[in-house]
């Protein structure tokens, strides 16, 4: 009995050894012609990986995007982690991933990027059924941050969404950007700036738009709130004080809502359906929430073992409760029904140009439903200080036309205030274009929520062993469009077709497998269709 115990003993402490022998890191080397995308949206203009890089931290960096514990290559390897891990490019374009959490393994299936994404979705981040709302699809956005920024109030607003329609552009989604409230964590306008919010809505709706406001899981210290809910324990804490923790952020420093409670999500999800029920809203745009706040280290949560993305994820699913949402940071939660945005570009040539390769790696991280930014850029810094006839007018129509045949489009700053008569009616011509492909979007979205196939798709993932491995400036939308918009400040540009016989927009035949050169006058935004 007693040599039966030490054996038994014996071999469960050889498993232990076992366990905490295995690896957490992993070097991936590449095959011959092989790349890889990966990680971390915002990294997307640097994929495929070609150069060396720093490290990056999926656990407590996102740099203003989505991140997901995915590395994915064109030859059908894939790396899936459940918890975060850290990767680096090295000179010999190696691939480290290291974790804290867990055993790494490298996995294949098939031999394309097509056949390890969809590998990779099957078993991580399946097809949900449900989608967001169709309009999001079908019509533009409107957002009343650039124009507005910080001064949010009814008469504006109003004066906004009449803009729109006098200026013959299709009505859709109208959001409300920050500062509506009377403060982080209350959830009534400011009286001062919506003398009556309830009335505005209803005018709105009378319009024709759909209203959503920009919500936050901040709270502002000193306040009712903020004393109601440190009461009832729903706020994240210090470690080592057990009191409320202020966390720095954009905006100052805050206490935090912990999402990781049921009874805290329950409280927010009924604050949030109430001002649906009082004011008529919508849905919500879900800002903040990046695993970059909630340093665990330090802090504490309702769940002991919370990571960093952990909050991030539990503020993630609080829009699966509202058909009209838009997330801009998040943690795995591929092909869920959320509309995500990429983060806040300049106004600029340069950030235009990362639009599609960071939407690309989007789609390749299970984030169908996105859309690129706001058009002509939502860093509104970059808008402060110029005149209304110092306006790059190309650059504003070219943006657009990056966004025209993507998922979603969306305007915050306003076409016809700093648009001439010629590039406002090229512009509202856009947004007529992406109504014409509406359906065809939507049905997209529908095909992806039975499939997890990307809307915007890499010409790698659609066209294998074609050369299109480091193409950026191109990309499918679905599997029957080649969109090719221009992105600097030549009104010409080279476009690369894959085999098989393709017609342009202007109607024009072209022989696939090679590269041609096209001129594209302003008005016009070239794709191909595939015959």
């Not at 210290?221 to 009832?232: G, Q």
């Amino acid at each position: 009995m007693k040599r039966t115990s030490l054996l038994a003993i014996l071999l469960i402490s050889l498993a232990f050894i076992s366990v905490f022998a295995q690896t957490k890191s992993i070097n991936i080397d590449p095959q011959p012609k092989e790349y890889w995308w990966g990680g971390a949206v915002s990294l997307g203009s640097s994929m495929p990986f070609e150069k060396e890089t720093k490290g990056f931290d999926l656990e407590y960096q996102n740099l203003n995007n989505q991140v997901v514990p995915l590395l994915i290559s064109n030859k059908g390897r894939f790396l899936w982690a459940d918890k975060p891990f850290k990767f680096q490019i090295t000179k010999e374009n190696s691939i480290e991933v290291d974790s804290k959490y867990e055993e790494l393994r490298l996995e294949t299936e098939g031999n394309t990027l097509r056949s390890a994404y969809l590998a990779a979705s099957k078993l991580h981040f399946p097809p949900n059924p449900i989608l967001p709302d169709s309009l999001f699809f079908l019509k533009p956005q409107y957002n009343t941050w650039i124009e507005l920024m910080y001064n949010q109030n009814q008469e504006d607003i109003l004066k906004y969404a009449k803009a729109i329609v006098d200026n013959d552009f299709p009505t859709g989604v109208l959001m409300i950007d920050d500062n509506w409230q009377r403060y982080y964590g209350n959830y009534d306008f400011r009286a001062e700036k919506f003398p009556d919010p309830k009335a505005m809505v209803k005018q709105l709706h009378d319009m024709g738009f759909k209203v959503m406001l920009w919500i936050c899981p901040f709270k502002s210290s000193d306040s009712p709130e903020y004393r109601e809910l440190s009461a009832k324990g729903y706020l994240i804490k210090e470690k080592a004080t057990k009191s409320p923790a202020i966390i720095s952020w954009w905006n100052g420093k805050s206490a935090c809502l912990d999402l990781t409670n049921p009874d805290a999500k329950a409280y927010f999800v009924g604050k949030l359906k109430k001002m649906q029920q009082d004011y008529g809203i919508d849905g919500f745009k879900f800002d903040a929430g990046d695993n970059e706040f909630y340093r665990m280290d330090r802090l504490a949560s309702f769940d002991s073992s919370a990571l960093s993305v952990d909050h991030t994820m539990a503020w993630a699913k609080i829009g699966l409760e509202f058909p009209f949402n838009e997330y801009r940071s998040g943690w795995k939660m591929g092909n869920q029904p959320l509309v995500q945005r990429l983060g806040d570009k300049a106004y600029s040539w340069r950030a235009m140009q990362m639009l599609i390769p960071d939407m690309l790696a989007s789609g390749l991280l299970g984030y169908a439903y996105t859309f690129p930014d706001m058009i002509g850029g939502g860093n509104f810094a970059t808008f402060l200080n110029i005149k209304e006839n110092e306006f790059n007018q190309k650059l504003i129509v070219r943006s657009a036309q990056v966004h025209v045949l993507m998922p979603m489009m969306q305007f915050s700053v306003a076409p016809w205030r700093i648009l001439d008569q010629e590039h406002l009616e090229i512009t509202k011509n856009m947004t007529k274009l992406h109504e014409k492909f509406g359906a065809y979007i939507l049905d997209l979205a529908k095909y992806s929520s039975k499939t997890g196939e990307p809307i915007v798709r890499h010409l790698e993932y659609e066209f294998p062993n074609q050369g299109f491995e480091t193409c950026k400036d191109q990309f499918m939308l679905g599997d029957n469009f080649l969109v090719a918009p221009v992105i600097t400040e030549e009104d010409s540009r080279l476009v690369k077709l894959p085999k098989g016989r393709w017609k342009d927009d202007l109607g024009k035949i072209h022989k696939g497998g090679k590269t041609i050169k096209i001129d594209v006058p302003l008005k016009r935004l070239p794709y191909f269709e595939k015959i």
